[in-house]
């Protein structure tokens, strides 16, 4: 593709931005394709975890459910409150979704594939996923409404008291590979299942996995928008097409977090048999799932628990992993 | 001159990051300055990508806009001042009589003025390198040997500092709280 | 393919400036705190652009401006600590009724 | 085996680190982690020990940091002398550790109790095993946080925090002096490695100086330590903290560390002649000195404690006379038997509630176990052959007598004193009439976990002394070096203690003499011996009075002096102008309006300066800075 650009007489530099929006392209596809099947599977999941059947009726076992529902989304009326700070108000959800694209230029869906495989790619997710409090804390206040500002602030709290496990939990993950570019981390994980950073970073997987939920707060970890106390937290004002993006880019975060577990801890696209991009679904999805389950078993947790699970549990559990994988580096030699 | 994408994209970078940062300045909404300033910073983290310095700029996104931004966000809305009470308030206004404006005004303009008079002065006197000296290598790498080699005294005495800074942020802004409760 | 070493000199001295009116024109005490923020990354920018135009000056350079990042963010930390103080006490933050030590 | 000895500090700090976060969740708040990870120390500690003596010995080191040529390694050692204080310290914190199960049952903080005494286990072990000077002072450090938070454990009494922060402050004077002294041999010669000072030192690449200087700032840190004339005054006072915690701290391991440290330095005390008589006289003075003051103690715990301190005295001594191999051997079996004494008196004061031994008295009956054990242990103490504390203080004595007689005659003068306070706490703790009924009557033997530290120790106590001759081919510095018999000191020290012995049980069993007519008979001496020859009074005197009178001299020029002036101007202004409205309202009014526009005038001027405003601050500094640039364009 980028050689047939060039063929055509184009400049390098047109080249390159044609093929970055192309990726970016691609990704926004894939993040609404996703999305689609996401919201469709957890109905399905959590029918199960409850049940019942779920969505049945449009399409052969509810298929098309989701998309009458993104139609509708879609075609709603596009309501700015009046007493809301109007261009904070218009680009909140702009900012968060732009994050989640972001996040995903350096994952490696499979050898190769990958919009740009940083060397400091480790530390870009970290500083990526800091973006989002700040897009919350302007939906929140631009509401104009006291509902969507403590949602907002329960979220940027949430979000900063949980962010620093997990950026602990990735130096582990790059003191394991030795290098901060993610091809590195999955090339350092080839070589069957024995190689994969989940075992000797058990404690890390777990606390990158109940982190990651809460970043991506997911039940149990929803208090941002818990509906019994809150309305629905920061984007209660939000209607139709912006609420559907805040709606997508809660997916994406999800989406990207089960695939960065996949890559940092289950080897990524690596496997026998099947192309690698199958594989990284495969396990992708098994984290995914696996997240819905614990979401749908559990209650929501509540506030001042969800703040000390972060603060006594989770940062000592991500420093005692810290250690321990210098340690183990060292054994190793 | 030929199309050089990379001062191009300089020029670009620059300039929003010119215009943002003033209007962190002239904002009439303390919140749309704080907007304003996490725009700046997002900007130089492009100008330090643009010089190379991609660990910086990694860095400068995860400090300044990920954390500084968010706590000055925090700061606005807990301070509960009378400028973010009544949301929309312009700042505090300068007041009316003629020392203070001259203090407030006139005073900064003219040094700001000078100071930057001055640094054109000495940009365009001194000769510079035309092309970079390049970084070579891995700057991570780099930082992080230089880190824990040449600079492993001020990078400890970096860690005292941001744990010092910690329990005194708590001790600070718990203290008041006590007291209240027992008044 | 190169910036000339002015533009981000040029650059740096032109946010300084502007954080420095800020910080001296401001009565509200988190506008100056802005401020002062945007002088201190007017002066990372200075440091990275030697730091890549110079010879050998890359990595002491780079750590620099990581320093002033730590410092900068203690610093915040801190003021916004005292911030938060004075607005529960004084039920304001506009730093010019804030003159403690006056004469 | 010797390879692992490194992993045996870790196992108490990962117990101290699992108790800290973790106690209130885990069974016993975490005791059983403390005593698992302390017995797997002990257990690796013996089989280091037996490595060692197998001719073994391992080190290994980590970069730790690099400062342009400068590379500093934290490192491990670990050697005959290691070895055997890496088997005392485990024993006897595993004994401390079970006894503490009983002892301090329902204890407000157990769980901090035993996550403390972990981390001070770890500390202690990582002093031990430390190969360089830099990393012995972290741990040093550390032991005495520890100690200062065991001391105050329960802070709820202010004479106990008092006491901790006295402990506290005290050794931080001699620690001063100790960082001085590794910063000044650092520089010369330029490394923190034992070996390599000594090396160094035998090269001759240090001066004579700075040896001198360096060696016995080197040892004002171990005198602050161990507890050492002028700086003992702490270590009474710390037996404020529990009873069990002093036993591991205050009696065996921590005080122990100055006396440590000056035999792992030995390289470089012993070719500085000045540094070696300073060592040898403290020693001799302390040993001399805190014995007499023990002979009036009424607490049996401070009885203990003055009698630790003569005893560390001794060992001081002895490595001041060169005797390297009976000061080691001394530590070792002092930390045994002393740490049984301490642990008796702590099942003492359990059983009775109190320390004073004149409440005591007649316990023997009540309490068999202990009061066996404690013969055992003072006998020891005594040095009743063929008890362990017999075989040590012999040696030291040997090595005196060869060494120094001056010396040699003040450790027995120590001695008999030894004896003497020995029996004298013994007769009254446990034999005689009981004087508090009530006590005596609820008095009863601990269980079994306070039992049974007690008979192991003391059978320790009794049977270390055979040990003699391993000891000595094992621990020595330079060669092995075995003390000869020799008749006339031990004829010397049988006599003594004897002496002392006898000399008690007649004042305090047969009431010979009266102890009100002797009292009389030598009040001024027995006053001195109460005040502690005033030591403690002086520092309060001088130091604490000192400071607090400055801070008051301060205070009362500030609010005298200064504020007399601002209030006096002020008060003198308003008289003025009081006095000049009453008078001169209508007369001079247009003068008196001339004066006070002058002084608004120049006030409006000069407090333009002081706004209070930062921002004005800020501005002036700034455009100083832009003139200075201008200055600079213009004329470079």
């Not at chain 1, 596809?29 to 999941?45: D, G, P, W």
């Amino acid at each position: 593709m980028y050689e047939w650009l060039l063929g055509t007489g184009m400049s390098q530099s047109l080249a390159n931005i044609i093929m970055g929006v192309l990726k970016s392209l691609i990704i926004i596809v894939f993040l609404a394709v996703s999305a689609l099947i996401l919201v469709l599977m957890e109905r399905k999941v959590a029918g199960r975890i409850q049940n019942r059947p779920g969505p049945n009726r449009l399409g052969p076992g509810g298929m098309f459910q989701t998309f009458a529902d993104a139609i509708k989304l879609v075609s709603k009326e596009d309501v700015v409150p009046s007493g809301a700070d109007k261009a904070v108000y218009i680009l909140a959800p702009l900012v968060i979704f732009a994050a989640s694209v972001a996040l995903w230029v350096v994952i490696p869906f499979g050898p190769n594939l990958v919009v740009q495989d940083l060397n400091i790619g480790l530390i870009y997710l970290a500083a990526v996923t800091g973006i989002n409090v700040l897009a919350f804390l302007m939906a929140g206040w631009s509401s104009n409404n006291k509902w969507s500002l403590i949602g907002s602030m329960r979220s940027a709290a949430q979000l900063v008291s949980y962010e620093i496990p997990l950026v602990l939990t990735l130096v582990a993950v790059g003191m394991m590979a030795g290098s901060l570019r993610l091809g590195d981390v999955v090339a350092a994980q080839q070589g069957g299942i024995q190689n994969w950073f989940v075992f000797p970073q058990i404690i890390g997987f777990i606390v990158f996995v109940v982190a990651g939920m809460a970043e991506a707060n997911r039940k149990p970890f929803d208090l941002p928008e818990g509906e019994s106390e809150l309305v629905a937290g920061y984007n209660t004002e939000y209607s139709g097409f912006r609420w559907a993006v805040f709606f997508l880019a809660e997916y994406a975060n999800l989406i990207v977090f089960s695939a960065l577990a996949t890559t940092f801890f289950l080897g990524g696209p690596s496997g026998p048999l099947l192309p690698p991009i199958v594989w990284f679904f495969i396990k992708t999805y098994a984290v995914i799932f696996v997240t819905m389950w614990i979401g749908w078993t559990l209650p929501r947790i509540r506030i001042d628990h969800l703040m000390n699970l972060g603060w006594y549990v989770l940062i000592p559990l991500a420093l005692i992993n810290l250690g321990w994988t210098g340690l183990y580096v060292l054994w190793r030699g | 001159m030929d199309f050089d994408p990379t001062r191009v994209a300089f020029i670009v970078v620059s300039a929003i990051a010119v215009v943002s940062a003033f209007r962190v300045v002239t904002a009439a909404k303390i919140m749309h300055a704080a907007l304003w300033l996490g725009l700046t910073f997002l900007m130089l983290a492009g100008v330090f990508l643009l010089m190379g310095a991609e660990f910086l700029a990694a860095a400068q996104v995860l400090i300044y806009v990920g954390a500084i931004t968010t706590i000055i966000l925090f700061g606005i809305m807990l301070s509960e001042a009378a400028e973010v009470r009544g949301r929309g308030a312009a700042p505090l206004p300068v007041r009316r009589d003629d020392a203070s404006l001259f203090r407030r005004i006139v005073l900064p303009a003219l040094a700001v003025l000078a100071f930057v008079g001055v640094m054109v002065v000495v940009y365009s006197q001194v000769s510079w390198p035309d092309a970079p000296a390049g970084l070579g290598g891995d700057t991570v790498r780099m930082i992080g040997r230089a880190l824990f080699t040449d600079f492993i005294i001020p990078f400890e005495l970096a860690a005292v500092l941001l744990l010092i800074a910690l329990i005194g942020a708590i001790v600070i802004a718990v203290r008041d709280n006590g007291r209240r409760e027992q008044g | 393919m190169s910036i000339p070493l002015s533009y981000p000199l040029m650059l740096a001295a032109a946010l300084f400036g502007i954080g420095l009116y800020g910080a001296l024109s401001q009565r509200n005490a988190i506008r100056i705190l802005m401020g002062i923020e945007l002088m201190l990354n007017a002066v990372n920018i200075n440091l990275v652009a030697f730091a890549y135009y110079l010879e050998g000056a890359a990595a002491a350079g780079q750590v620099f401006a990581l320093f002033i990042m730590t410092v900068s963010a203690a610093e915040v930390a801190l003021a916004l600590a005292i911030i938060l103080l004075l607005a529960k006490r004084e039920k304001h933050i506009d730093i010019e009724q804030v003159n403690l030590l006056r004469w | 085996m010797v390879e692992l000895a490194w992993l045996i500090p870790l196992l108490p700090l990962v117990a101290a680190v699992v108790i800290a976060f973790l106690g209130k969740r885990l069974p016993g708040q975490g005791d059983r982690i403390g005593i698992a990870a302390i017995s797997m120390a002990f257990v690796l500690s013996v089989g280091v020990l037996v490595g060692v003596m197998n001719g073994g010995t391992a080190a290994g080191s980590v970069t730790w940091a690099i400062h342009g040529d400068l590379v500093l390694r934290m490192g491990w050692e670990v050697g005959g002398i290691g070895a055997v204080m890496l088997v005392v310290v485990t024993l006897v914190s595993l004994m401390v550790h079970v006894f503490s199960l009983e002892y301090m049952k329902g204890d407000v903080r157990y769980q901090r109790y035993y996550g403390v005494l972990s981390l001070f286990t770890f500390s202690m072990l990582g002093l031990v095993l430390a190969d360089n000077l830099l990393l012995l002072f972290i741990f040093w450090e550390l032991v005495g946080l520890c100690s200062f938070l065991l001391i105050g454990h329960w802070y709820e009494d202010l004479d106990n925090v008092r006491a901790a922060n006295k402990a506290f402050l005290t050794t931080r004077v001699g620690d001063v002096g100790m960082f001085i002294g590794i910063m000044l041999l650092f520089s010369q010669a330029g490394s923190f490695r034992f070996d390599e000072i000594a090396a160094a030192v035998a090269a001759g690449d240090v001066a004579g100086w700075a040896l001198a200087a360096g060696a016995i700032l080197l040892f004002a840190g171990a005198v602050g330590k161990s507890a050492q004339f002028p700086l003992h005054v702490w270590l009474p006072d710390a037996m404020a903290g529990p009873t069990p915690a002093s036993a591991l701290i205050h009696a065996a391991t921590m005080v122990a560390a100055g006396v440590y440290l000056v035999a792992r330095a030995f390289g470089i005390f012993e070719p500085s002649d000045a540094a070696m008589s300073v060592v040898a006289w403290i020693g001799a003075i302390t040993a001399l000195f805190a014995a007499t003051i023990g002979v009036v103690m009424e607490d049996i715990k401070r009885v203990l404690a003055y009698s630790t301190i003569s005893q560390l005295g001794f060992m001081v001594a002895a490595l001041g006379v060169g005797g390297y191999t009976a000061a080691m051997f001394h530590l070792m079996t002092h930390a045994f038997f002393k740490a049984l004494l301490f642990l008796a008196s702590g099942s003492v004061i359990h059983a009775t509630g109190t320390q004073n031994m004149h409440e005591m008295g007649g316990l023997f009956k009540k309490l068999p176990i202990t009061g066996w054990t404690w013969l055992i242990g003072a006998g020891a103490l005594i040095g009743i052959p063929p008890l362990s504390g017999f075989f040590s203080k012999e040696e030291i004595l040997i090595d005196a007598y060869a060494a120094n007689p001056a010396i040699f005659w003040v450790l027995v003068a120590a001695a008999a004193l030894t004896a003497f306070y020995t029996t004298r706490a013994t007769y009254l703790t446990f034999f005689g009439a009981p004087r508090d009924r009530a006590a005596y009557e609820k008095a009863h033997e601990g269980g079994m976990v306070m039992t049974y530290p007690l008979i192991i120790l003391g059978a320790l106590a009794a049977v270390t002394g055979f040990l003699a001759g391993p000891f000595a081919d094992l621990v020595y510095y330079g060669h092995p070096h075995r003390a000869e018999f020799n008749t006339f000191v031990f004829g010397v020290a049988t006599v003594v203690w004897v002496a002392g012995v006898l000399l008690a049980l007649a004042i305090y069993k047969f009431n010979l003499v009266s102890r009100r007519r002797l009292i009389q008979a030598f009040y001024p001496i027995w006053m001195l011996l109460k005040r502690r020859y005033y030591i403690d009074d002086l520092y309060n005197l001088v130091f604490v009075r000192g400071t607090i009178g400055l801070a008051m001299v301060m205070a009362w020029i500030d609010r005298t002096i200064v504020d007399g002036i601002v209030n006096g101007v002020a008060w003198a202004t308003r008289k003025l102008s009081g006095f000049i409205g009453e008078f001169d309202l209508g007369v001079v009014d247009g003068a008196v309006n001339g004066i006070a526009g002058a002084f608004v005038v120049g006030s409006r001027l000069f407090r333009r300066v002081q706004t209070g405003l930062f921002q004005s601050y800020a501005l002036v500094l700034f455009l100083g800075l832009v003139a200075g640039l201008v200055i600079l364009v213009i004329g470079g």
